[in-house]
T-cell receptor
Framework: DAGVIQSPRHEVTEMGQEVTLRCKPI?????LFWYRQTMMRGLELLIYFNNNVPIDDSGMPEDRFSAKMPNASFSTLKIQPSEPRDSAVYFCASSRQTGSSYNEQFFGPGTRLTVL | KQEVTQIPAALSVPEGENLVLNCSFTDSAIYNLQWFRQDPGKGLTSLLL?????REQTSGRLNASLDKSSGRSTLYIAASQPGDSATYLCAVGNFGNEKLTFGTGTRLTIIP
């Protein structure tokens, strides 16, 4: 398996522009997670999906952020409008539900976002 | 609210030594704990996952232990190598959801 795939790997944009980050989870996984990593706050969970349905979006910082999962193999995280404080590395992760509820999460390589 | 702490933030040891990384958490009602490795500019690689019913897990030179009652986990690395240099993060999963709460990590440097 190719693992979790994210694109683009790097994104530089200007304040006010729309940014869309993409993720393809591991085939067969039914949970998908979006995280943000910064030096100041470490790794933070933004939102997660189960079987394409958003379960918990309490970590989404504000209305400028939105996430969708139209099918089992694709998810997007959109920021509109972007601000310099959104600069961070955004990770996508996926896991497979097991009967024992200890789902191991597998991470993608991340998208490094810089908002000027 | 679960809080996860990793001390020290950075550690340097000579090659060949055995070492222990520490992780502590405030809420003992966990269902798993996962150790990750992160290389500079890269994503996270899962190293070991311990279920709440387990006390330890081993993979090669790595051994992770879990003591829920004291809110602690350790990652033991035997016979360290320069390739072990990376940041190590622990993450705790609580009952009732699939969320992981991450520690801030320990940056490990193995000196050749």
């Amino acid at each position: 398996d190719a693992g979790v795939i994210q694109s683009p790997r790097h994104e530089v944009t200007e304040m006010g522009q729309e940014v869309t980050l993409r993720c393809k989870p591991i085939s067969g996984h039914d949970y998908l997670f979006w995280y943000r990593q910064t030096m100041m706050r470490g790794l933070e969970l933004l939102i997660y999906f189960n079987n394409n349905v958003p379960i918990d979006d309490s970590g989404m910082p504000e209305d400028r952020f939105s996430a969708k999962m139209p099918n089992a193999s694709f998810s997007t995280l959109k920021i509109q409008p972007s601000e310099p404080r959104d600069s961070a590395v955004y990770f996508c992760a996926s896991s497979r539900q097991t009967g024992s509820s200890y789902n191991e999460q597998f991470f993608g390589p991340g998208t490094r976002l810089t908002v000027l | 609210k679960q809080e996860v702490t990793q001390i020290p933030a950075a550690l340097s040891v000579p090659e060949g030594e055995n070492l222990v990384l520490n992780c502590s958490f405030t809420d003992s009602a966990i269902y798993n704990l996962q150790w990750f490795r992160q290389d500079p500019g890269k994503g996270l690689t899962s190293l070991l996952l311990i279920q709440s019913s387990q006390r330890e897990q081993t993979s090669g030179r790595l051994n992770a232990s879990l003591d829920k009652s004291s809110g602690r986990s350790t990652l033991y690395i035997a016979a360290s190598q320069p390739g072990d240099s990376a940041t190590y993060l622990c993450a705790v999963g609580n009952f009732g959801n699939e969320k992981l709460t991450f520690g801030t990590g320990t940056r490990l440097t193995i000196i050749p």
